[in-house]
């Protein structure tokens, strides 16, 4: 079992019988005194780790990084305070992926602070959907107002090559499962959150003229969102394309959804890493993925740094 800041060690379930919390925890500032003894299990889990994940740092943070498969060279860029690996957090999943390190690391880039998951968690490694989540909502707890998401994608909007980074604004989630399904916890959200705006446009803008300013070329679509692990058929990128989409993915949906539903304003980027609509008798492979997510993440770093520093 992990141990706290102070040297105890969280047992697997928070031990306060009547309301799931540790109190002693509680009452030295590690949990926000807003919870009730009827919350929810999922609700205690949270606490748990954010109890845990605060005791570990001296810093407070707005903003949440995701970093997505290969684009771990963003924490090059930061000034690092502590490294968590996510089985040392209480109730976090553990990243299974190659090219996903797993683990948390709290630091700052210039003066803002910050925290990066380095690796995420995929429904395809067999999470349900509220584990997959369950990090955004220990992020709010910690008071994180900003949540940005990165992804390797494959391209099926024509006029994408792979490299190319494309702004999210906004995604089709009907081939995933809502990881709001379930029993709702009020603390977190409303039982039904409006999704018309599911990519903030203040952030949307912000990224704009940053990529302006560079003078980096920056391309905008929509995400459609898939379960995985198998890559999309021919057929199937075609059908997603006339649907509406530029970009097709594993991941970052039920994330945004998540981010939404707590309060989140949620900014996410995609480096095109294959091609899906193609004419050659090629096959994809994740090594494909990696090597083009891995050539392409100077870019996405130089931008992704710029706006963390202007929110």
């Given at each position: 079992m992990p141990e706290c800041g102070t040297g105890e060690r969280f047992p697997p379930r928070p031990y306060c019988k009547q309301s799931g919390l540790c109190i002693r925890h509680a009452e030295a500032g590690y949990i926000p005194a807003i919870i009730t003894c009827s919350m929810s299990e999922s609700l205690e889990k949270a606490q748990a780790a954010a109890a845990f994940i605060k005791s570990r740092t001296s810093r407070s943070f707005k903003t949440v990084l995701i970093l997505g498969s290969g684009l771990g060279n963003f924490i090059n860029e930061m000034t690092i305070e502590t490294e968590i690996g996510y089985g040392d957090?209480?109730?976090?999943?553990?990243s299974t992926v190659e090219g996903h390190s797993g683990k948390l690391i709290a630091g700052a880039v210039g003066d803002k602070n910050i925290l990066v998951f380095s690796g995420?968690?995929?429904?395809y490694e067999g999470y349900t959907a509220e584990e997959v989540t369950f990090?955004?909502?220990?992020?709010?707890?910690l008071?994180?107002?900003?949540l940005l998401l990165s992804n390797a994608a494959g391209g099926v909007n024509p006029a994408f090559r792979v490299g190319d980074l494309v702004m999210i604004t906004d995604h089709i989630s009907l081939a995933t499962v809502n990881p709001l399904?379930?029993?709702?916890?009020?603390?977190?959200?409303?039982?039904?959150?409006?999704?018309?705006?599911?990519?903030?446009k203040i952030l949307i803008e912000k990224a704009r003229q940053i990529a302006q300013d560079?003078?980096?070329?920056?391309?905008?679509g929509i995400y459609?969102?898939?379960?995985?692990?198998?890559?999309?058929?021919r057929a199937e990128y075609q059908m997603i394309y006339r649907l509406g989409a530029d970009m097709v993915g594993m991941s970052t949906v039920q994330e945004t959804i998540t981010g939404v539903h707590c309060g989140l304003k949620v900014f996410g980027i995609s480096v095109i890493t294959d091609i899906g609509i193609r004419e050659e008798d090629n096959i994809i492979t994740h090594e494909e993925v990696l090597l083009a997510a891995n050539e392409a993440a100077p870019k996405m770093t130089a931008l992704v740094k710029e706006l963390v520093k202007a929110i």
């Open positions: 957090i209480p109730y976090f999943p553990v995420r968690f995929h429904f990090p955004i909502r220990v992020m709010k707890l008071g994180a107002e900003y399904i379930g029993r709702n916890e009020p603390f977190f959200g409303t039982r039904f959150p409006d999704m018309s705006e599911p990519y903030a560079m003078a980096l070329p920056l391309k905008e459609f969102g898939v379960t995985g692990p198998s890559f999309e058929t």
